[in-house]
């Protein structure tokens, strides 16, 4: 039996969907059928455009500032880079 693959929904198909989810003039129901896409991701998506909207108006300075103070992955080095004695290897330095 074939496995069913997954539906790719592009960017702009997203940003389309979550801009109506927020303007509320039809209901994440109505929305998703109109697409047909789960009313869940409708949510999803609009949960995501909202948390991103500050940095669409956000100066880099900020951006980076709050990125560094944010990541936790700031100073990761993957394993692969890591010599045997569990350092930095050399060609890295």
Do not use: C
Request: no cysteine; charged share 25%; aromatic share 6%.
């Amino acid at each position: 039996m074939k496995k069913k693959q997954r539906k790719s929904y592009t960017a702009a198909l997203k940003v389309k969907i979550a801009l109506e989810a927020i303007k509320g003039q039809r209901t994440i129901n109505e929305i998703a059928t109109h697409y047909g896409v789960h009313p869940n991701m409708v949510t999803q998506w609009k949960k995501q455009a909202i948390e991103s909207l500050p940095d669409v108006f956000s100066t880099r300075r900020e951006r980076d500032a709050q990125g560094q103070a944010r990541s936790p992955y700031v100073g990761y080095v993957p394993p692969n880079r890591l010599s045997p004695n569990r350092g930095i290897s050399k060609a890295d330095a």
